[in-house]
């Protein structure tokens, strides 16, 4: 926090009398300390390693800086950092990073492709350190004087992206680390801007300067001062009395409760990824199975869904109604086949009437005057929506999504189980239809890729995203090939193969494009990304690689 001006005047008046030869240092009230919430924690832990997820959200991009940053919201231009260039040989085979001159660890020693090399062949060695799957793509990694060669194991020109997420760790000090899987880093030697635990304890921490920072020279922010605060409840009351600077929350009705408490609290909510009701193709109910597996139920499901209302209650209008039965949502509009889009855009449309006239074109009908349609085996449906407990806008929008299946004639109940319990009835295949949301990269393949594929159901995938049960082997083939060639014209071929499967089986049934939530305090800083200044995610949290390109923006205020 910025000191008083008074006492910063009088703090360098001392310095100057005591000797006209020695910097001045300033003190831990003089240092701009920029106060973030990156995450909920019920109590911190004092975990620097990068490699483990349960280190603290303050370790990636601050103490240990990308090689190459990949601004997402500006179709992946790379930013250079640790590295100072990267190209892939012509057969995307291989890539080659040159390693950035003159940088330093934080306690001085010299960073060099060693390193580099050395922190991936540990994360082969050890593939439990693995957190993003490196390990399926890169072969082979060796140095060659600044350089640093990958060799892949299948062509992929989405690679570099990949490798940009591995941390990189100094051999000097980890080679004599017995255990990484357990070792907890509690004073770590990085190469980011912020590398000295000033202070900690398990209510607050402060992250300082790294002295020895290559880029230190556009770097204005002393310190990260990171409040524990245990859930969004908390936040709130903090928020609102200016106490925090930067977060990435959600916030009920932001303009009145957030924005109105003073002039300095603004907000940003750029274009974030597709929310779908998933529904389980290998239902065990059978009039449940029956009707999941019709196009024209799936179809008439969505023409159920009253978007603009889910988006106006449950997210308090952030978000916009997504149309696309791929799920492409506008953000990614470059890459839609437009005439796919809107031969399917009436399905993706409130229509409670059209909703009606489909369920009874298709045969089903109600058969025991109870209100509720029943296959046309004649088989009760009964279909159970769930959201994770306290996930209020996912359950806010499950409540609304049922009531609206209900209006049009469809059986429905909403249950929020613990996340454990929703992920796991995922796994196993037990569900009827889960409300979920999906990550979006800076082209559709990452959404696509981890929504559809079906390599993702054999249970090492990820269970809230891929679990429908639906597959289509040439489905399979085209999200295989996309990252196979690196010319944008041949991934939009292929873009539009895959919006066309999607979109005319209905796979999943797209509810909104969501809005990343980003909240920032003008009063002690500036420089802040925003609608007028988007030159990237805004985001704190961690993986973001673009908030340490944000925190290079910021200027404390006098």
């Known amino acids: 926090m910025l000191a008083n001006i008074n006492k910063t005047k009088l703090a360098l008046a001392v310095v100057a009398a005591a000797t006209a030869f020695t910097a001045p240092v300033a003190t831990a009230s003089e240092k701009s300390q920029l106060t973030i919430v990156p995450d909920f924690y019920p109590t911190m832990v004092r975990n620097f390693n990068p490699f483990l997820a349960t280190n603290l959200r303050t370790t990636t991009e601050f103490v240990y800086e990308p090689l190459v940053i990949f ?76 350089k640093v060669i990958f060799e892949l194991t299948a062509a992929n020109s989405n690679v570099p992206f990949e490798i940009s997420k591995v941390p990189v760790v100094p051999k000097h000090i980890w080679s004599k680390v017995k255990n990484p899987t357990t070792f907890t880093n509690e004073n770590p030697v990085g190469t980011g801007p912020f590398t000295e635990i000033d202070t900690f304890t398990p209510q607050l921490y402060v992250q300082c300067r790294n002295p020895n920072y290559w880029d230190n020279a556009n770097l204005e922010v002393d310190c990260l001062r ?32 957030y924005a109105a408490a003073n002039p300095n609290h603004k907000y940003w ?16 109910k059978a009039g449940n199975n029956e009707a999941i597996n019709d196009v024209d139920f799936r179809r008439a499901f969505s023409m159920a869904i009253d978007r603009q209302t889910i988006i106006d209650i449950a997210f308090y209008g952030a978000g916009t109604p997504n149309d696309y039965a791929s799920g492409l949502g506008d953000s990614f509009k470059s890459w839609s086949d437009e005439a796919i889009h809107n031969k399917y855009k009436t399905y993706n449309t409130y229509n409670i009437k059209g909703a009606k006239d489909l369920l009874a074109k298709a045969g089903f009908k109600d058969l025991d005057g109870d209100g ?139 509810v909104i494009s969501g809005a990343n939530n980003f909240q920032y305090n003008e009063g002690r800083f500036t420089g802040w990304w925003n609608e007028k200044n988007p030159k990237g995610r805004p985001m704190v949290w961690a993986g973001v690689q673009e908030r340490l390109l944000q925190v290079l923006d910021l200027k404390p205020k006098a």
């Open 71 to 146: 601004n997402q919201m500006h179709g992946n231009e790379p930013v250079m950092r640790l590295a100072k260039d990267y190209y892939m040989s012509d057969d995307l085979m291989k890539v080659t990073f040159d390693i950035r001159d003159g940088v330093k660890w934080s306690d001085g020693k010299a960073f060099t492709a060693e390193d580099v090399v050395y922190s991936f062949n540990l994360v082969k060695e050890k593939p439990e350190l693995d957190q993003i799957g490196i390990n399926k793509w890169v072969k082979s990694v060796k140095q060659d004087g600044n």
């Open 372 to 510: 509720f349609v029943e296959s046309p085996k004649g088989e009760k449906i009964e279909l159970e929506v769930q959201s994770p407990n306290g996930w209020t806008d996912f359950n806010n929008t499950v409540q609304l999504g049922v009531e609206q299946l209900q209006e049009a004639g469809i059986n429905a109940k909403a249950r929020t189980p613990d996340f454990a319990v929703y992920n796991q009835a995922m796994l196993e295949g037990t569900y009827d239809v889960a409300f979920t949301n999906y990550f979006h990269g800076a082209d559709p393949h990452l959404y696509w890729d981890s929504a559809y594929n079906s390599r993702l159901q054999n249970g090492d995938g990820m269970p809230r995203f891929a679990m429908h049960y639906f597959k289509n082997a040439q489905l399979d083939t085209l999200l295989d090939s996309f990252y196979k060639t690196a010319d944008k014209g041949e991934q939009i071929k292929i873009a539009h193969g895959i919006q066309k499967i999607i979109a005319e089986n209905q796979v999943t049934i797209p």
């Open 269 to 284: 909510y750029p274009a974030a990824g597709t929310m779908s009701f998933m529904l389980n193709y290998k239902s065990p």
């Open 226 to 257: 990171v409040p524990q605060i245990a859930n969004n409840d908390q936040l709130l009351t903090k928020i609102i009395s200016s106490e925090l600077d930067w977060t990435s929350s959600f916030i009920p009705d932001i303009d009145s409760t």
